[in-house]
């Protein structure tokens, strides 16, 4: 009998254990497609206040090189200085922005590639530019 109940007991701190392992992983990205932005720009008053970058690409991978002329991942002056969300293996590679303005961005060749024309489409906007011109260069 005391045998049982500890198995009991054990098999539910097992099972308490796994579905919080199961919620901490749920909380950190909404689907293994989907990198939102780190940072929100909530003041201009969107709906989103955020972009969202959709690409053909299959992984995060490709966004770990740095951005040219600084040591910055492409993947952080997307997420973190440009307030946009990546998701990997869509249909299409296309900018949407915080006033849901959507920009197809053909002909990509590379991840280097697309966030070039990236922030060269956010520099180009109103509040974008700002945010370009933000970013840290190595002098």
């Known amino acids: ?19 919080m392992m199961i919620s901490i992983e749920c909380y950190s990205q909404d689907s293994i497609y989907q990198y939102k ?22 992984s995060i991978k490709g ?19 440009l307030y946009t969300e990546i998701k990997i293996d869509q249909k299409e590679n296309r900018l949407i922005s915080m006033d849901q303005t959507e920009f197809k961005l053909n002909n990509i060749i590379s991840e280097q590639d697309l966030t070039n024309r990236t922030v060269d489409l956010i520099g180009d906007m109103f509040f974008g530019a700002n945010e370009v011109r933000g970013i840290p260069r190595l002098n």
């Open 37 to 58: 932005a780190l940072r929100f720009k909530s003041e201009l008053g969107f709906e989103k206040p955020y972009r969202i970058l959709e690409t053909t690409f299959k």
């Open 63 to 81: 966004f770990q090189t740095y951005y040219p002329g600084t040591k910055i991942t492409l993947e952080t002056i997307l997420r973190y200085h």
């Open 1 to 19: 009998m005391y045998y049982h109940f500890r198995n009991i007991k054990l098999n539910q701190s097992i099972y308490t254990m796994f579905l």
